[in-house]
């Protein structure tokens, strides 16, 4: 199994995981609402299949080291990291959030305008909360973190981001 084949399972069972436990924590739910955990599954699944490309993409066209002389350690390219987490932290978290509420809601919903309508009224504040924990995340995801291990490492953190995602949905 391929490094991304994990990557991308491991994704879906943790954001599955979290969902269940955001419903164990809900006092209100009398059952388990198995149709949010197989949404947040399948959000894993594809989310986590971006991310490992939009991983790559960063470091390919940002590297975090600037190259050096064969003789020299390389050293942190910090206007690189910096443009880097700009971008993930805006274009990257609008993407992936987006995902997230189409993942989340085109079942429920019964078209497509109602699909883009509950994207456009959740994405920013959505956004807003995620710029309370993600950049510090991807901070060190960009600084520490092989590419490779980055969306792992955002998944294990993201575990708390998503029971969080999870009581957000039950509270439309």
Same mark, same amino acid.
Request: charge should be positive.
């Given at each position: 199994? %391929?490094? *991304?084949?994990?990557?991308? $399972?491991?994704?879906?069972?943790?954001?599955? +995981?979290?969902?269940?436990?955001?419903?164990?924590?809900?006092?209100?739910?009398?059952?388990?609402?198995?149709?949010?955990?197989? #949404?947040? /599954?399948?959000? !894993? $699944?594809? *989310? +986590?299949?971006?991310?490992?490309?939009?991983? =790559?993409?960063? #470091?390919?066209?940002?590297?975090?080291? %600037?190259?050096?002389?064969?003789?020299?350690?390389?050293?942190? +390219?910090?206007?690189?990291?910096?443009?880097?987490?700009?971008?993930?932290?805006?274009? !990257?978290?609008?993407?992936?959030?987006?995902?997230?509420?189409?993942?989340?809601?085109?079942?429920?919903?019964?078209?497509?305008? *109602?699909? @883009?309508? #509950?994207?456009?009224?959740?994405?920013?504040?959505?956004?807003?909360?995620?710029?309370?924990?993600?950049?510090?995340? /991807?901070?060190?995801?960009? $600084?520490?973190?092989? @590419?490779?291990? =980055?969306?792992?490492?955002? %998944?294990?953190?993201?575990? !708390?981001?998503?029971?969080?995602?999870?009581?957000?949905?039950?509270?439309?």
């Amino acid at each position: 199994m %391929s490094v *991304q084949t994990t990557v991308v $399972l491991q994704s879906a069972l943790l954001k599955s +995981a979290a969902n269940l436990t955001a419903q164990a924590a809900n006092s209100k739910l009398t059952a388990i609402d198995w149709q949010s955990v197989a #949404e947040f /599954a399948i959000f !894993g $699944l594809i *989310q +986590a299949h971006l991310n490992c490309h939009w991983q =790559r993409f960063l #470091e390919d066209t940002f590297p975090t080291l %600037s190259p050096r002389a064969p003789d020299k350690t390389p050293r942190t +390219a910090w206007h690189n990291v910096l443009f880097k987490l700009a971008i993930d932290q805006t274009a !990257g978290l609008f993407l992936m959030n987006t995902v997230f509420l189409v993942c989340t809601s085109a079942v429920r919903l019964s078209n497509t305008s *109602q699909v @883009v309508a #509950e994207v456009n009224r959740r994405i920013w504040p959505l956004i807003r909360n995620a710029w309370k924990i993600w950049p510090a995340c /991807a901070l060190v995801n960009f $600084l520490w973190v092989p @590419v490779e291990s =980055r969306v792992l490492v955002a %998944s294990c953190v993201g575990f !708390g981001w998503n029971v969080f995602l999870a009581l957000f949905m039950l509270a439309k």
